[in-house]
């Protein structure tokens, strides 16, 4: 992917995005625009992903997503320790992974603007996967299928690992990279940041091999 440009790895991101609501339509959903509870301080998302967001936005919708994202900054929020093909490189060799903190009564996520997303139609996978069958403000916590997480899982090894080059981390700290600096594809020295890896093993346990195996292949067609 080292050799594709930003604009064709956007146009990947979209199919990718595009191919998984058509796969997850099948899944239980209570979660919809306005349901915020599971939108917290805590969400990640690739410098793709960051740029990608940044660039659909106009002037003035870029200025106040990076305004509430610099007014919120100082709180906080999860910093990951490990790129999910990290995290699948580290369970495949038998090792224990590193404990992520991640607590959801840091507060709720700076883009969240009467319970509604600031950037809903462009909203980082992770928001898009976060899909519950049974409302989180009525359980106080999302119920995922165990085929949903898996069928998250393989999207967001994909999404790394088209953005190889790229990096990942922290909503906040993402966005205000890539929308301060222009760091997209650049070296990065924030200690919060990491690299994004290539995809080595995708984690789908031995139930799910069969039901993903149409999505596996209709993603590398892409």
């Given amino acids: 992917m080292k050799n594709k440009s930003v604009k064709q790895k956007q146009a990947i991101l979209k199919k990718l995005f595009e191919l998984f609501d058509r796969f997850s339509k099948e899944m239980?959903?209570?979660?919809?625009?306005?349901?915020?509870?599971?939108?917290?301080?805590?969400?990640?998302?690739?410098?793709?992903?960051?740029?990608?967001?940044?660039?659909?936005l106009n002037n003035n919708e870029k200025d106040?997503?990076?305004?509430?994202?610099?007014?919120?900054?100082?709180?906080?929020?999860?910093?990951?320790?490990?790129?999910?093909?990290?995290?699948?490189?580290i369970c495949m060799n038998g090792e224990e992974p590193p404990e992520e903190f991640a607590d959801p009564l840091w507060g709720e996520c700076p883009l969240l603007s009467n319970q509604k997303c600031m950037i809903y139609d462009l909203r980082p996978f992770a928001c898009r996967s976060m899909i519950s069958k049974k409302r989180c403000d009525v359980t106080g916590f999302a119920e995922m299928d165990e085929y949903m997480v898996t069928l998250s899982n393989v999207f967001m090894q994909y999404l790394e690992h088209i953005d190889n080059d790229g990096y990942f981390g922290n909503l906040s700290d993402i966005l205000l990279l890539e929308g301060d600096k222009g760091k997209y594809g650049s070296a990065i020295p924030d200690e919060n940041i990491l690299v994004?890896?290539?995809?080595?093993?995708?984690?789908?346990?031995?139930?799910?091999?069969?039901?993903?195996?149409?999505?596996?292949?209709?993603?590398?067609?892409?």
């Fill in 28 to 56: 239980d959903r209570a979660c919809d625009e306005g349901c915020a509870v599971c939108c917290t301080r805590n969400v990640t998302l690739t410098g793709l992903e960051a740029k990608f967001i940044l660039d659909e």
């Fill in 64 to 89: 106040a997503v990076l305004t509430r994202i610099v007014k919120e900054h100082h709180k906080n929020r999860l910093i990951p320790k490990t790129t999910i093909n990290e995290l699948a490189k």
């Fill in 196 to 222: 994004n890896k290539q995809l080595e093993i995708l984690m789908v346990p031995p139930e799910h091999r069969e039901r993903i195996t149409a999505v596996i292949n209709a993603i590398q067609k892409i």
